[in-house]
């Protein structure tokens, strides 16, 4: 075995990675960051697609530099060990599709499943429907695996190719860099920027993505996954990644509590409605995308940073589905539910059951 | 003769779960997994521990990784 020892394959190694996140993630929130969102990867992808205009939601509009450093984060360990291998062909047009309906169950609910634990860890018990969503999406999901389902092989590509996404992410961050809010203003000559409400409040820009390095990095070394610590636990009772799930939700909690941001209760909760049902459901949609996707958003990102092709689709999905989330009305606002929501979880949902009824291993 | 399972371009849970149908299904004391990105590598290893088989070698060949393993 001559393969250079990862000491974040380890049990220690992803539950010190959810400590981290754990740790990181709340101090976002005193450095700036919303509420109960120190990093949503779901709400940073979509205030990304308001930032270039894709959507006109004026309160959820900034480029978010961790979104950037996730993916640069998890290129430069992907690079430093090896682990860069480009490669792309897995039914790549369903994951488009799979990140689209993902982004509207999470804009529908208010979060991605990182975001769900850091809001349990600050108190807000609108979580927990959220939370019982992700774990009933992601059991149909197991459903479909244990009979076959699968979207086939992908196939090696050249370094270049695997290297678009975080390109893409480095163009951002350019254009971050050249065009910075002008004080007071909506929009410069090209990037458009809150001036009030979530996309206003953020941590200053470099404190933003040397957090999402860090922890780009480490999730890159510890294959940390919130779906997939479900889905293992399901499929095959083994509680790995799920430990560093934990670790992130009781260190959050712990830090939260310390620094006085837990507020428990679930009336007034920052960015949040009340709407069990569908805080349940949104998140049973979105679990059920990423289980059929292989992974969480931060995981795609993740993926998109070491190579992975098809991940980086998924986030563009994401990204194009927080697009269609706040131009037809279907994500949610601290007021409820957004007036097409409803309709747009039951298409999705009615998609994901499609996708893997169809997509098994004997029709490929 | 172990019995080889092909999880080349697959991602992870697929290699684990052919990796588990082929020792349940298979009454074979030794396996041959092949995988090609580090994560199924890690992941078919600890499943291969968690039934209690042996991990014997892992070796990389062009962007292969071979994982032998052993019934316990």
Known sequence: MKQIKNIFAGTWGIVAVGVVIGCLAPLLQLWGNPGNMGVCVACFERDIA????????????YIRPEIIGFVLGSLLAALLFREFRPRVGSATIVRFFLG???????????????????????????????LLGLVAGIWIGTFFLRNGYNLGR????HGAAGLMMPLFMAALLVLLLLFPQIPGQDKNELLFYSVKGPGSQHAPLFVSLAVGLLIGFVAQRSRFCTMGAIRDLLLFRQTHLLSGFLALIVTAFVFNFLVGQFKPGFE?????????????????????????????????LFLAGEGDGDAAVFVLGMIIGAAFGHNFGLA????????????????????????????????? | MAKTVDARGLSCPQPVIMTLDAIKKGGGEEILVLVDNDTAKENVA?????????VVSIEEKEGTYEIAGRRG
């Open chain 1, 50 to 61: 308001g930032g270039l205009g894709l959507h006109r939601a004026a309160v959820v509009q």
């Open chain 1, 100 to 130: 689209v309906f993902a982004m509207i169950g999470a804009l529908v609910f208010l979060g991605c499943p990182w975001r769900a634990a850091l809001r349990l860890a600050g108190g807000d018990g609108n979580a927990i429907p959220g």
């Open chain 1, 154 to 157: 992908t196939q090696r590509t």
């Open chain 1, 268 to 300: 007034g909760q920052p960015v949040a409605h009340t709407m069990h049902l569908w805080n349940f459901a949104g998140m049973a949609l979105s679990g059920l995308a990423y289980c059929l996707a292989g992974g969480c958003p931060g995981r795609q």
């Open chain 1, 332 to 364: 949610s606002s601290p007021a409820g539910l957004g007036p097409y929501g409803i309709p747009a979880v039951v298409v999705g949902l009615v998609f994901c059951l499609f996708v893997g009824f169809t997509m098994r291993e004997k029709t490929v």
């Open chain 2, 46 to 54: 600890r499943a291969l521990r968690s039934r209690g088989w042996q």
